[in-house]
């Protein structure tokens, strides 16, 4: 519920969610868990510094270049030229590859004096245009020209040195001597640090030109040019225990620190907390932040990306807040979840993350809140409960309540939706005063919305109410408007009033209308733009953030900025990291936050943090095969460097393994590929990241592999061009040595029958030109006569699925005519059964008759959407339903009685398992391998006894029905009852 209440609240407050983040641990990239550095080549790929030697990452794919001589590597850094070196346990070098495209590590040991070579680590390396350094504790070694020098080695009596990269400048910091800054291979020391005695982990030039110092165990210091301070606050005081390893500055400008005993802190550079997170409570050494501004940590057990700078955030069980999350609000300054188990308070303690914690005595599923300045209304499944700040207090009688909505023009005055109506609640000097329901029954009301001259709209599933003279003390005037008529293609029905400026509009499945009152007709509406007018997007939220920026919820959550013309401009990109079609409600606060109550916990969207999406990354080949030998042809270590490779003709089948180095939301990424020299066309967009190819013909290929990300930018292509020989009696010299020999008997025979030949192939090719002429023009009339005898009969089938849907729908229509007059329980029971059977084939046909493909249908959103309208039939709020399902394509022959199995499978599901159970889940997943599907449906209920299955005549007719489907798709079925019930089917898919 979006209200302006209670909007002001303290800046200051750190009430981010935890960010978007991965970890991979030591099984995902297999090497040693223990990781130093991270960086970054020029086409995207991560690098990581590890105890084996060095990871490389695209996202899809782990290679690992092996330490040489066994050596952990601790540092990497990439130089101006594009080089990566690497530093680690006595040794240093570069990064390269060999004949096959493999990353090796190269050293350059033999660049180092003699008297030079024993070291223990290379911690930490800096480059500039002119050379590289690498520090050790005992030395300082500069590359510059392929040579290198010795700049420092240390004494006996000293503890050893430390490079530091600040701003445009390289300091080095000789732990009795004091920090001197670097200019080529000179050293010149720098004034006011000469007695500093603590270890620093890195320095930040601040915009006054001052220094922020972060020591490694002491804190934070200042130098103003003059001298160092100690910076005397709690932030300082933490890091002093949680021992500080790197420091890293964002693009944000704030500061990430990576710390061995605390996990990572963020601070801005007046060093100041900004956030926090421990990441699998382990060791932070390394930090980088990639081309798309995501940060890297190297772990002492992993390595995690965090996208530490986006607007936005999440709170889920991890923070406190378990579950669905219904609404969202703030009151006396403080953040208000509502789930299934009561209230939630957001809690922003001093340098810590912000969490949640339930209030006390808020139990009940609450549904919707609303707020006061001294109260907070919670409608709940057992009624309106109000919290004072202190004490939950119940207020009326039991009963659901759907929302809760403050009247705009009555102080204290709320409209409190039920299950079947509202009613006015009031506070009153005695309380509070709950009204009887202001109109008659309503079917499924779900909102209600006030407009300025004080009539209501109560929102419906299929029907709009629309309330006057509530205030003046007659009876409420009320008429309702049918929108079924609108609304008969979708199972799906609802109206959502909107007040958009002076207009009322309605959100439903199929865009947005506006009402013609006097005719009751509902009329396309494109106020909110072309794409959301009817039939168009479905519009199921619509709130005002500002005069000029609107949230939608779609099927994506989506912002809308209006320009000064009226125009809107839509915002797909910002909150695609959400989950679609989750959304229950949202609430503003105009300071610029946008919180989102979801199925998948609590998100917040920050407007005044802004973050480049638009970044264009170069897809990559990681891998190339010759599938015959099953022998690697290029490794991907630069695909512009390597030399194109010649096969034999024996090796002419070939696999391509690419990726996109995008790693926000990697699952999300798509691909499209092509073969120049054998397809010259792109081919559709999918999320696989290999292709094969068998059977080349001879000749010159070349590979293009171009990706698409989360935020729908295209990258630039990569290409990999190749060349399949002929085999050896199709080489030019075996061709020379066929014409020698053949000449000499073709020019004998040649002389002794073209003097008979000529005459007669010159009466034939009169006559072939005669029967050509006549085939031709026969052909021509037959290929017109078939294109229009298949066009014809493509409407014709059309129009069939299109009727046998209609009349599908009619025998749905006249069940539920039938039900009105039917009190027997199983009766109606019988019926409702047979409507799901009727509406699992009726679903079918509609999707073939929309489709361009009239004998495929798209398994997973067919059933994602049987299995929705399964739940609504049932309206069991405690059960949640999860999906994972491949893609997979069937035919009209398998949908239909695939369908009626899982209805039948589903439908008892929500029939028997759940009974008395409040956290049901039943989840469907769906796999195809070498042609045979496999369908699991799963419920966490009772169970039964395996000998006594329902012995009902409903349930024996549906037992009978799944077991004569699953014969006749000549599949078989498997049913678990030892913990829940689990129908496991195996279905046969016929070939294409």
């Known amino acids: 519920m979006l209200v302006d209440a209670n909007s002001a609240f303290a800046q200051l407050k750190n009430e981010s969610g935890r960010p978007f983040y991965t970890i991979y641990e030591s099984e995902d990239y297999r090497a040693t868990p223990q990781n130093w550095a991270i960086e970054q080549d020029s086409t995207g790929r991560i690098f990581i510094a590890n105890n084996a030697g060095v990871l490389r990452f695209d996202g899809y794919n782990w290679d690992i270049a092996r330490s040489l001589n066994g050596n952990l590597i601790r540092s990497l850094e990439k130089a101006p030229d594009g080089t990566i070196y690497f530093g680690g346990e006595g040794v240093f070098g570069r990064i390269g590859a060999d004949t096959t495209g493999n990353t090796i590590l190269i050293s350059l040991l033999d660049l180092v004096p003699e008297n030079y070579s024993d070291f223990t680590d290379i911690w930490n390396i800096v480059s500039t245009p002119s050379g590289v350094y690498f520090q050790a504790h005992e030395a300082l070694f500069y590359l510059r020209d392929n040579r290198i020098e010795v700049l420092w080695q240390k004494n006996s009596n000293e503890s050893g040195g430390n490079i530091l990269n600040v701003g445009a400048q390289i300091f080095y910091q000789k732990t009795n001597e004091g920090v001197f800054v670097i200019n080529g291979t000179e050293m010149e020391p720098i004034a006011g640090f000469e007695s500093f005695p603590h270890r620093i982990a890195g320095i930040i030039k601040k915009q006054n030109n001052e220094l922020l110092i972060l020591t490694v165990d002491q804190g934070l210091y200042l130098f103003n040019g003059d001298s160092i301070k100690p910076i005397n606050s709690e932030i300082s005081e933490k890091l002093k225990l949680a021992t500080c390893y790197k420091v890293l500055t964002l693009s944000s400008g704030n500061i990430a620190i990576s710390t061995i005993y605390d996990g990572l802190y963020v601070i801005n550079e007046q060093g100041e907390y900004v956030n926090s997170i421990n990441l699998n409570e382990s060791a932070n050494t390394g930090l980088f932040e990639d081309q798309t501004h995501g940060l890297w940590v190297a772990l002492g057990n992993g390595v995690a990306r965090l996208e530490l700078e986006s607007p936005l955030s999440k709170f889920d069980e991890d923070a406190g807040l378990n579950g669905f999350i219904n609404d969202v609000i703030r009151f006396k300054g403080d953040i208000y979840a509502a789930n299934l188990n009561g209230i939630h308070k957001l809690v922003t303690a001093d340098l810590e993350p912000a969490y949640f914690t339930q209030i006390e005595g808020s139990q009940a599923h609450t549904l919707a809140l609303s707020a006061t300045e001294d109260y907070l209304l919670m409608g709940t499944t057992r009624g309106v409960f109000v919290y004072d700040g202190k004490t939950v207090t119940s207020i009326t009688p039991r009963m659901l309540i759907v929302d809760i909505i403050p009247s705009k023009f009555r102080e204290d005055m709320f409209f409190v939706v039920t299950e079947n109506g509202f009613r006015t609640l009031t506070k009153t000097s005695g309380g509070w005063s709950l009204e009887n329901p202001v109109t008659d029954f309503l079917p499924y009301p779900f909102t209600v919305l006030e407009t300025a001259d004080s009539t209501l709209w109560v929102g419906q599933t299929s029907e709009i109410t629309k309330v006057r003279d509530l205030y003046s003390g007659d009876e409420p005037v009320t008429t309702t408007y049918s929108a079924d008529e609108i609304l008969s293609d979708r199972v799906e029905k609802y109206i959502y009033p909107i007040q958009f400026h002076d207009l009322i509009l309605f959100g439903t499945p199929k865009g947005v209308y506006q009402l013609d009152e006097n005719s009751g007709e509902f009329i396309p509406d494109s106020s909110f733009g072309i794409k959301y007018a009817a039939p168009g997007r479905d519009v199921y939220l619509a709130e005002s953030l500002s005069d000029t920026t609107w949230y939608i919820r779609s099927f994506l959550n989506e912002l809308l900025t209006q320009s000064a013309d009226s125009a809107f401009t839509w915002d797909e990109i910002s909150l695609l990291r959400m989950p679609e079609g989750t959304t229950n409600n949202v609430y503003y606060d105009p300071e610029g936050v946008l919180w989102l109550s979801t199925w998948n916990g609590l998100f917040r969207y920050d407007f005044n943090r802004t973050m480049e999406r638009k970044t264009q990354q170069k897809a990559h080949i990681h891998h190339v095969y010759e599938t015959h030998k099953d022998s690697l ?286 956290n049901g889940l039943l989840s469907i997943s769906a796999s195809v391998k070498e042609g045979l599907l496999r369908l699991v449906i799963k419920d966490n209920g009772p169970g039964f006894d395996m000998d006594h299955e329902p012995v009902q005549q409903d349930e024996t007719l549906g037992i009978m029905l799944i077991k004569d489907m699953v014969r006749q798709l000549k599949g078989t079925r498997e049913l678990v009852t030892t913990s829940g019930t689990e129908y496991i089917l195996h279905i046969p898919l016929p070939n294409d």
């Open 633 to 918: 042809i290029y490794g991907g270590h630069s695909e512009e460097l390597f030399p194109e490779p010649v096969l034999t003709y024996y090796e002419n089948s070939v696999r391509f393994q690419y990726g996109l180095p995008h790693f926000d939301a990697l699952g999300e990424n798509q691909f499209s590929y092509r073969m120049i020299g054998a397809e010259d066309s792109w081919s559709r967009w999918t999320k696989e990241t290999q292709k094969d190819y068998t059977n080349l013909d001879p000749g010159t290929y070349t590979f293009e592999i171009k990706g698409k990300n989360l935020y729908r930018v295209d990258s630039i292509p990569a290409r990999f061009t190749f060349t399949i020989l002929p085999p050896w009696y199709l080489t030019n010299w075996a061709k020379t040595v066929y014409l020698i020999l053949a000449s000499g008997f073709i020019g004998l025979i040649a002389f002794v029958v073209s003097k008979i030949r000529t005459k007669r192939l010159e009466e034939r090719n009169l006559q072939l030109e005669a029967e050509v002429a006549a085939r031709t023009s026969e052909i021509a009339a037959q290929k017109k006569m078939i294109e229009e005898s298949l066009a014809e009969k493509e409407v014709l089938l059309k129009e069939i699925h299109h009727r046998v849907k209609n009349n599908l729908q009619i025998i749905y229509s006249l069940l539920n005519l039938q039900k009105e007059s039917i009190t027997d329980e199983k009766v109606l029971d019988a019926i409702k059964t047979g409507q799901s059977r009727i509406r699992s084939m009726s679903m079918i046909h509609e999707i073939l008759y929309q489709n361009d493909d009239l004998k495929r249908v798209e398994l997973a959103p067919y059933l994602k959407n049987l299995v929705r309208h399964i739940e609504q039939s049932y309206q069991k709020e405690e059960v949640r339903t999860a999906f994972d399902m491949e893609p997979c394509e069937v035919d009209l022959n398998v949908a239909i009685p695939l369908g009626l199995t899982v209805n039948e499978v589903v439908t008892n599901a929500f029939k028997h398992a759940f009974k008395g159970k409040k």
